[in-house]
């Protein structure tokens, strides 16, 4: 498999389309929209899926012989990715603590 722009290139979208999901939520979780954190969180989960998938494709396609060359734009695309499943992580972790918060303030 030679690698070719448009693969990274979408790499990168799908990690910031990720990314940018998981922060949309967390603004929805401020407000307490709890349906669109949630639906923010379920894009941001299907995003990351996309871009993993490419990121397994690649690494399939390089079988650690170094197939895949590597250079500044797919590093790039790997740091995109990692941020936005941190991202991910992190948000839902502090929509729990939203709603628990949201919950104390109701008693």
Known sequence: MELDETTVMELI??????RSCAMEALRAARTY???????MLVSASAAAKQAHHIQTTL?????GCG???MNLILVHAQDH????????ELAEEIIVLHREIAALKQH
């Open 13 to 18: 979208i799908h990690a910031g389309e990720a």
């Open 33 to 39: 929209d709890w349906h669109t954190a949630d639906a």
């Open 81 to 88: 990715l990692m941020n936005a499943m941190l991202c991910r």
């Open 59 to 63: 690494i399939g396609a390089d079988e």
């Open 67 to 69: 197939k895949i060359p």
